[in-house]
T-cell receptor, first 114, second 111 residues
C-alpha cells in the first residue's frame, strides 16, 4: 500500500487498551479542528470535530480534547481494536476562515498489537 | 451509493506527458479540492473550486491545472511542467461550513 506512514511518529498499543494521539496546532486563532483517520492506500475518513468554544467532545469510542492554552488537541480511542490501525491526523481552520482553508498536521501512525 | 470517486486508482506517467485525474461527487457539494500527499508529510492544497466555472490556486499549483465545468466533476491535470509528480492525489468536497470529505485517492507514478 501507499507509504503514508513512512517516517511518521508511531504509537504502538495493545488491543483493548486506550490510545491517545496528540496534535499541536500552530495558530492560536484557529476556530475549528478535525481528526481524520487514513488507512493505507485509502483516502482520509472524518472521525470527529470540535469547535474552539468547547473543551471536549465525544463520539463512538472516541473523544477529542482541546486545550487552547497550550494549543494542543488530542484524540482518545477507547478499547483500541486492530481495525483502528491507521494514520491519524488533525486539521485546523483559523478563526473566520472558510472550510477550504484546512491546515493539516503530518499525522501519527497507530499500530495495534493483537 | 453517495460519495466521492476518483479514477484511476493507479496511474503511470512517462516523463513529458500530461495526465488527467478524475474526481466525481454526487453529494451535491458546492466546493471541491485537490490535495497532494507525500510520504511523511501533511496534505498540501493544489487547487480548489467553490463554485462551477471558478477555481483558485492552492499552495502548490505550479505544474497543475483544473477545470470545473460541472458541479459534480473537478478533474486535475498534471502537466509536464510538474517536475516531481509522483505522489498520492486526494480529492475532497464540502458544502457551506461542513468539513471536507475525501475520495479514495489516485497513486501517480512517473516512469
Amino acid at each position: 500500500g501507499e507509504s503514508v506512514g513512512l517516517h511518521l511518529p508511531t504509537l504502538s498499543v495493545q488491543e483493548g487498551d486506550n490510545s491517545i494521539i496528540n496534535c499541536a496546532y500552530s495558530n492560536s486563532a484557529s476556530d475549528y479542528f478535525i481528526w481524520y483517520k487514513q488507512e493505507s492506500g485509502k483516502g482520509p475518513q472524518f472521525i470527529i470535530d470540535i469547535r474552539s468554544n468547547m473543551d471536549k467532545r465525544q463520539g463512538q469510542r472516541v473523544t477529542v480534547l482541546l486545550n487552547k492554552t497550550v494549543k494542543h488537541l488530542s484524540l482518545q480511542i477507547a478499547a483500541t481494536q486492530p481495525g483502528d490501525s491507521a494514520v491519524y491526523f488533525c486539521a485546523e481552520i483559523p478563526y473566520g476562515g472558510a472550510t477550504n482553508k484546512l491546515i493539516f498536521g503530518t499525522g501519527t501512525l497507530l499500530a495495534v498489537q493483537p | 451509493d453517495g460519495g466521492i470517486t476518483q479514477s484511476p486508482k493507479y496511474l503511470f506517467r512517462k516523463e513529458g506527458q500530461n495526465v488527467t485525474l478524475s474526481c466525481e461527487q454526487n453529494l451535491n457539494h458546492d466546493a471541491m479540492y485537490w490535495y497532494r500527499q507525500d510520504p511523511g508529510q501533511g496534505l498540501r492544497l493544489i487547487y480548489y473550486s467553490q463554485i462551477v466555472n471558478d477555481f483558485q490556486k492552492g499552495d502548490i499549483a505550479e505544474g497543475y491545472s483544473v477545470s470545473r465545468e460541472k458541479k459534480e466533476s473537478f478533474p486535475l491535470t498534471v502537466t509536464s511542467a510538474q517536475k516531481n509528480p509522483t505522489a498520492f492525489y486526494l480529492c475532497a468536497s464540502n458544502s457551506g461550513t461542513d468539513t471536507q470529505y475525501f475520495g479514495p485517492g489516485t497513486r501517480l507514478t512517473v516512469l
